[in-house]
């Protein structure tokens, strides 16, 4: 069946170094969308990427799209402590969107 | 601000109660989807409707669980009976697919 699997599940990082959380699907997605959660909150919708090879920007933040729209990334850089949370990789398929198992990163001022 | 509401925001039951989640979805979008969120499984996805119909429970124990929407301002999900193993935080999404989603604050529902 569908799966679509996040590493890393953990990432700790300096505030100020880069952080990459990768999506990996084992089929061909319609679209990824990219979710953040904070401690204790609900999912927040990040970005949508439809395109094949597509890239994106928000600021600190690149997503990008592989051209065989079966994997993803998210990349912060210089990373603050606002960015803590985990981010969820979410793929488009057959009428469902199928979430990854997320990234949860910590952020040390 | 629109906003999906879910209610209770928490609940703790006895195992074998029956317990009944409620969601309301922005007004105007046509899908919904129930998620269960626990520290081991991430966000699993239970059902989906879209235009108030079913399109895939694949993902809920259908011996216990149950989800309907008898209305376009309200979805349920009904668990009958409770386990300790259902114990999560639930959260009901609606958007216009394959678009962005927008999630509640989440039901956390302990059974003991």
């Known amino acids: 069946g569908q799966q679509v699997m996040q590493i890393p599940q953990y990432q700790h990082v300096q505030e100020g170094e880069d952080f990459t959380t990768y999506c990996n699907s084992s089929?061909?997605?319609?679209?990824i969308q990219w979710y953040k959660q904070r401690p204790g909150g609900h999912p927040v919708f990040l970005i949508q990427l439809v395109k094949s090879g597509e890239v994106k920007k928000q600021k600190r933040l690149t997503f990008q799209f592989g051209e065989a729209k079966k994997n993803s990334s998210l990349h912060i850089t210089a990373t603050q402590t606002t960015d803590v949370g985990t981010y969820f990789c979410a793929g488009y398929n057959f009428n469902k969107f199928y979430f990854g198992s997320g990234t949860k990163l910590n952020v040390k001022p | 601000d629109a906003r999906v509401t879910q209610t209770p925001r928490h609940k703790v039951t006895e195992m074998g109660q029956e317990v009944t989640m409620r969601c309301q979805p922005i007004l105007g979008h046509n899908t919904v989807f129930w998620y269960r969120q626990t520290m081991m499984q991430g966000l699993e996805l239970l059902a989906y409707f879209r235009n108030r119909a079913p399109l895939d429970d694949s993902g809920m124990p259908k011996d216990r669980f149950s989800a309907e929407m008898p209305d376009a301002t309200l979805a349920t999900l009904k668990i009958q009976p409770s386990e300790p193993r259902d114990s999560a935080v639930y959260f009901c999404?609606?958007?216009?697919?394959?678009?962005?989603?927008?999630f509640g604050e989440g039901s956390r529902l302990t059974v003991l």
């Open positions: 999404a609606s958007g216009f697919s394959p678009g962005e989603l927008f």
């Open positions: 089929t061909t997605l319609s679209n």
